[in-house]
């Protein structure tokens, strides 16, 4: 039986609190979440709340069918709430799925595929670790703003043996760009990309992604950064006599964004970070830190479910093929 859309039939969650957007509590998630018609029901405000758009011919008018899916009224295409989603062809409940980015949300550092396995129960590492890497997926929102206003960027080199060799070698680490912008003199939001080397292109790609034209972008003395001004930025060198990768007192603000990634990547994941995962992991951090503000847990919840809904899925193979893989732009979402 289907029966028209309008937005006000996909009602807010409903509890003791009156109406809410998102659970607060792990018992207020299982209460709220019991089952997959209520988690779909949840998916379907997330998706559609904002209006209806079939993806076969521009309608904007759907009938609502059983499992929450929608069914175009003009040329009658059908849209699971999943379809598309990092939900779609789960075996596993919906229900699993929310109690797991319940869990993982609420973890103020993050959760290892070994935490998702014990907490969740599950039967198979392989399927808490290619779960984690889907949510970590889900944490990037294309089409995220850009910093803007005063940013601090400089390069930090993750794993690998520690180098004696000073200066900008890379040797067998990786390369991460991190984005610093600042609000007077506190952190403000950040992003971090990988980047294949200290070259103009990479860097400077870097910033056109990461930062909005206009800003003005801090830098050390690195040639490489030469071209900003040409590209549209502000730019503010900071220089020192024989500016050592150590100056942390260069750019304070990014090279702590730099030692706490650092911090995490080897206290949440025990170090266990491979370079061809890094992206990932470089993700979860971004989104974790751009939301540390956040006063509720609930609305990490919320945000990375309304990131989720809008993601095409990525299954186990392709996750484990991605090694060295083009990347596409990243960072904070
Ligand atoms: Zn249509």
């Given at each position: 039986m289907l029966k028209p859309l309008s937005l006000t039939q996909v009602p807010p969650l409903s509890t003791s609190r009156g109406?809410?957007?998102?659970?607060?509590?792990a018992r207020e998630l299982d209460a709220l979440f019991a089952d997959d018609e209520a988690c779909r029901t949840y998916l379907a405000r997330l998706r559609w709340g904002n209006g209806f758009l079939c993806?076969?011919?521009?309608?904007d008018r759907a009938w609502v069918g059983a499992r929450a899916v929608r069914e175009c009224q003009r040329c009658g295409h059908q849209i699971s709430?999943?379809?598309?989603?990092?939900?779609?062809?789960?075996?596993?409940?919906l229900a699993v799925w929310f109690r797991a980015i319940g869990w993982v949300t609420s973890q103020k550092y993050g959760a290892s595929a070994l935490d998702v396995q014990r907490v969740l129960g599950l039967g198979s590492y392989r399927t808490a670790w290619s779960w984690l890497h889907t949510l970590r997926r889900a944490m990037v929102r294309a089409g995220r703003d850009a910093l803007h206003g005063t940013v601090e960027v400089d390069e930090t080199l993750i794993g690998g043996e520690e180098s004696g060799g000073g200066g900008r070698h890379i040797g067998k680490k990786a390369l991460v760009a991190v984005a610093v912008e600042l609000n007077g003199r506190r952190l403000g939001r950040v992003r971090l990309r990988r980047v294949p080397d200290h070259s103009g292109p990479a860097l400077i790609g870097f910033v056109q992604d990461a930062v909005t034209a206009g800003s003005t972008v801090v830098t050390d003395g690195w040639h490489s950064y030469e071209s900003l001004p040409g590209q549209g930025y502000q730019h503010e060198r900071r220089v020192i006599r024989r500016s050592s990768k150590n100056a942390s007192g260069l750019l304070p603000h990014v090279h702590l964004v730099a030692s706490l990634l650092k911090r995490w990547l080897t206290g949440t994941l025990q170090g266990a970070v491979s370079r061809e995962h890094l992206d990932y992991y470089l993700d979860e951090f971004t989104f974790r830190f751009n939301r540390r503000t956040s006063r509720s847990r609930g609305l990490l919840f919320y945000r990375l479910l309304q990131n989720a809904v809008s993601v095409a899925p990525a299954p186990y193979a392709t996750l484990v093929r991605q090694t060295g893989r083009g990347r596409r732009p990243q960072g904070g979402p």
């Open positions: 109406m809410v957007d998102y659970p607060q509590t993806p076969a011919c521009g309608n709430v999943t379809a598309g989603t990092v939900f779609q062809d789960t075996k596993l409940p």
